[in-house]
């Protein structure tokens, strides 16, 4: 359990604050993240890793000489944003291109995706190298789609050695993907991880059990057996990773016996006494073997086993020299003749003008009580969704939900209070939940919520047919990013019923033509219904997949926090405009979040 905290919510910025600060010789902290303190002496490919926050040393900790030239760090458990990518890579780019190299999850494809859409546009050389090393979390036929977890590690090792070394872009990515493609890691809890200010646990296993094929974000086991004595659990793994060595592969081989956070160095060493024979006996050479904590869990107790297959191209960058705060291998000097970074300015950019009609004011107004009206909700469920996510997956839903509307609410706020209209006013309510929010949800909340705002612009109070078209575009928006479609388990099973069905009532010119509101109550009722029918479902997308018969049973918590959200959010929006809202009338609709004295959960609060 984590015991050391102010306000739970506050645990990551906090951590990677003290952090930055233990280390300033060697890092500095800049917006989403950390850098190296020395820019290069000449130009050089940035590896920048990046995640979650509770796996330390990853991600922070591996900045340094032969390794990353930062970490993107996003709240615990959760992927970063966009902004706070795109923040760091302009951070540590220095004229070579910018690679960023992170584990399979849905939110950090989406998030450094963006980012990278964004620095090409500016000019910068950008790539993504996924890390998809899991053995247990899909079929070799599907390796695509494996979750990246302590093979982490190895991929970030080889790559940051090779930019260290001077290689471009293109053969730093090369170099990567090679690495990925030849490491498999296979990993078992024996007690789930509890956040900061948690009561329990997001997952319990009985007493001598284990749940074989764990992720890193707190998720459980692929199945739950006895915990076997450690020789047997050795055979296990070894087993298991050599059943997919990889075809013509050598016999030279990098290992890793990673513990998840609270498994002892001394249990570990008595399990490689088990692996590390069954190897040799193999016909293997290990090179240069790590047993340690790489890769964590939080609290989580449990261990992981990595083997990377070598060749002589990705050796010498295994076996190379690096210096980070967390790890060191031989003796790597820091950059002769590097300048030291500079500082970044605590000048904040002017606020934007805004240029919108009155009776977009008005309605700019009904937004917000819309918005607030979703978080009074979203604090209310935060408890349950979190519950809902942790049955299959990282239990983050209802913290990443909460962190994205109070953010969304607040930016909204400030928005209407300079004068924004109803379109200015969602949009800045979108790019704050994405950017706070992080994840899967967070970044599409807030493009949904921004396209949302895009549609109806700043001139008109929506009639019937502009508010189908706005939230059609929402719609579009989110499956556009997410790919996902009806049945996959996700948000989507309850939007797109509730746009499809408020779209046609709409059109009914005889019915709802006059009554919106009405027509937004059902649809938002066929929203919660579909989003209850999902608990039938087997999750096809997102974390949940590869626990996807543990899934079966509960509906899934990102339809139903849609649902819940529309429902609240109907009476508002599909109401007449209202007064145009001025400063204090916007701070006092937008809620106590606006102040500064909204109700906060626990962070560690199952979400």
Known sequence: MTRIFNDPSDFAEEALAGFCDVHADLVRQVTGGAVRRRRPAKPKVAVLAGGGSGHYPAFAGLIGTGLADGAVVGNIFTSPSAQQAYAVAKAAESGAGVVFTYGNYAGDV????????????????????????????????????????????????????????????????????????????IGSAFHGCTF??????????KDRQMGLGLGIHGEPGLFDTELPPAKELGQEFVAR???????????????????????KHEELFVLWLTIAPLLRAAGYTL?????GELVTSLDMSGVSLTITWLDDELEPLWTAPAETPAYRRGNAALQAGAAPAEEESD?????????????????AANCLAALAAARDSLHGAEA???????????????????????????????????GAGAGAVLAAAGDAWADKAGGTSGVLWGAGLRSFGEALGNELSPGPSELAAAVSAFAARITGLGKAEIGDKTMVDSLLPFAETLSRLLADGARHSDHPAAAWAEAAAVSTAAAEATASLRPL???????????????????????????????????????????????????????????????????
């Open 110 to 185: 989406l998030n450094f995706g963006m980012a990278s859409e964004r620095l090409a546009s500016e000019g910068i050389q950008v790539e993504n190298v996924l890390v998809t090393d899991d053995v247990a979390s899909a079929p070799p036929s599907e390796s695509e789609k494996r979750r990246g977890i302590a093979g982490d590690f190895t991929v970030f090792k080889i790559m940051g050695a090779a930019a260290e070394a001077g290689a471009d872009l293109a053969d730093v990515v090369r170099l990567g993907r090679k690495a990925n493609s030849l490491t498999r890691t």
């Open 347 to 363: 000048g904040a950019a002017a606020p934007d003008a805004f240029d919108a009609t009155e009776e977009s004011r008005g309605y």
């Open 541 to 607: 997308k997102g974390r949940a997949r590869p626990l996807a018969e543990k899934s079966v049973g509960t509906a899934d918590p990102g339809a139903t926090s849609l649902a819940m959200i529309f429902t609240v959010m109907g009476p508002h929006l599909a109401a007449p405009a209202a007064a145009p809202a001025t400063a204090p009338a916007a701070a006092e609709a937008a809620g106590p979040a606006a102040h500064g004295t909204a109700t906060r959960q626990p962070a560690g609060t199952p979400s």
């Open 196 to 205: 900061p200010g948690a009561e329990t646990p997001l997952f319990t296993l």
């Open 384 to 418: 349950r969704l979190g519950d809902m996510d942790a049955v299959a997956g990282d239990g983050d839903h209802g913290r990443g939900m909460v962190r994205g509307i109070d953010a969304a609410t607040t930016a909204a706020q400030d928005a209407a209070a300079r």
């Open 241 to 263: 990773l050599l059943a997919e060595t990889p075809h013509g592969a050598g016999d030279r081989i990098a290992v890793i016996l990673n513990g998840l956070g609270s498994t």
């Open 287 to 291: 090179v240069m073997p790590e047993v």
